[in-house]
């Protein structure tokens, strides 16, 4: 007879959750909460697309287009391209309501290269850069109403690391690193906790952005402006030069210039899919993020034509193409509201940016879990909290994120300092098109090719499939190949950034024996 070994240890709880994990059986400890309602999953997409973009871009669209009424014209395009990319979209979500969103819709529709080669562009710069840019935002217009804070004020003076780049800590910085480390902690905390901050602070930047229009087309509205602008609304003027010799005042021109002007109007209307990365935590998520991505592309795209004919009533074109900095709503709030315009929207966008650096945060963190529970990011990742939520992998995008706000651009002939990132963003903007491409193919893909795929089931189908779909795709290739051509130093970049991402992918392959961890 065995004599009954007492001193043995009972496994961990980390212990039953691994082996749990390696059989396919997903630990309670390590599932999602399903807490997001159709309202708080709105919430999402409509408070990541409103950030800082709408207040400024159309300055600069503007002077490409030289003309009011082709200016409305390219916000419309826009408006058609996300809402044809939600409706896409939400048949991919309905048939796989999972963590990662885009991530996973690639992986399953081509291979898990393509998964990864997004999830890593996102990672590296699109998601963090993103966050670190919009948190910058904040703290310059906290600046208007606190003079301390200003990017040139330091704690720690630029420190050279080559002619053109340095590192710093300006109080400006010093406030976008604490923005996302507070972030990043109360989103640690809970869903409950990032999802009350969402609904709160996108309910005030509707109602913000609702009372400038109103302010704007009701108050702000004056004859000078509205004849200079809607007496003749096709007359192109005041354009520069989109290349040497190419200009919007020929047809070819005016083409040319609506595409590549839309790297200001879609990416101020970008991450409206964000909400699928949290999919995993909305109640029936087959339905309500299908609903959520097209009601609030729908209302932002609203909110921004309204916005844009608020500037026009109140600020003749030459005045929105050189508002100073470009900050066309502040130039429109301050003609109507002398005095107090320029505080009201340094306060309007101070909540609208943290509304958005709220929810980037959020969602991101999600698309990390789901290529660590693939052994494509950091192991420590594909865990989650005692709280439910995945904390390491919100560390490390918010540790990354905070990181890219120190580099600072320097130019030798100005003695100026920019930002790295807003150089980044500019170069993923060919990436981000890419993608977007890619997985509105993947719909077709997964009808036609996919084994099983075509079979499967889709509790919404796209509306106006195929045409819909056929029209993102043309469109937006369109413009990439426009920004290819047109934008090339700004563009091209990011396809290299992509291409780094294959050896980075084989590297991950090789050393890790691909466990089957993935949470379905």
Known sequence: MKAHNSDKMAPSEKEIDTLLLQQGTVPATNQFKQGLDLFDATMIVVG????????????????????????????????????????????????????GGMYVYLREAFSPMWGFLYGWTLFSVIQTGTIAAVAVAFGRFLGVLWPLVSEDKYLIRPIHVSSHYALSISTVQLVAILMVALLTSTNSFGLNYGRLVQNLST??????????????????????????????????????????????????????????????????ADAWHNIAFAAAEVKDARR???LAMVIGTVVVILLYLLANLAYLTTLPLSAIQHAPSDRVATAT??????GIGTIAMAAAIMVSTFGAVNALIMTGARVYY????????????????????????????????????????????????????????????????LFYILTVLGLFRLR??????????????????????ALH????????????????????????????????????????????????
């Not at 400038?212 to 192109?236: D, Y």
């Not at 494509?376 to 989650?384: D, E, G, Q, T, Y």
């Not at 990181?403 to 030798?412: A, E, G, I, S």
């Not at 290739?477 to 980075?504: D, E, K, Q």
């Open 333 to 338: 709030l301050r003609v109507i509201l002398p």
């Open 288 to 290: 309500n993020v299908t």
């Open 203 to 268: 309910v005030v930047k509707i109602g913000t952005l609702f009372g400038l229009i109103v302010i704007g087309i009701l108050l702000g509205s004056n004859t000078a402006a509205v004849h200079a602008n809607f007496a003749n609304p096709w007359t192109r003027h005041g354009f520069e030069p989109i290349v040497p010799g190419l200009t919007a005042g020929s047809a070819f021109g005016l083409f040319i210039a609506l595409c590549v002007s839309q790297t200001g109007s879609l990416f101020a």
């Open 473 to 520: 795709i043309l469109c937006t290739s369109a413009i990439l190949l426009a920004l290819l051509v047109y934008r090339p130093t700004s563009t091209w970049p990011g396809l290299f950034l992509i291409l780094l991402g294959v050896p980075v992918y084989a590297l991950l392959r090789y050393a890790n024996q691909r466990a089957h961890v993935c949470l379905e």
């Open 48 to 99: 990541v697309m409103i950030g800082s973009g709408i207040f400024i871009v159309s300055a600069d669209m503007s002077r490409l287009i030289g003309s009011s009424g082709w200016l409305l014209v390219a916000w419309a395009i826009t408006g058609v391209l996300t809402i044809a990319g939600a409706l896409s979209f939400g048949e991919l979500a309905g048939m796989m309501p999972r963590a």
């Open 448 to 469: 036609f090719v996919r084994p099983n795929r075509p079979n499967a089931e889709r509790p919404y189908r796209a509306v106006g499939y195929p045409v819909v779909p």
């Open 370 to 433: 789901a290529m660590a529970c693939e052994q494509l990011f950091l192991p420590a990742a594909a865990r989650l909290n005692k709280a439910h939520v995945p904390a390491r992998s919100l560390l490390v995008q918010g540790i990354w994120a905070m990181l890219l706000v120190l580099p600072r651009t320097y130019d030798p002939a100005t003695g100026k300092y920019g930002n790295v990132y807003s150089n980044l963003l500019d170069y993923v903007v060919s990436a981000v098109l």
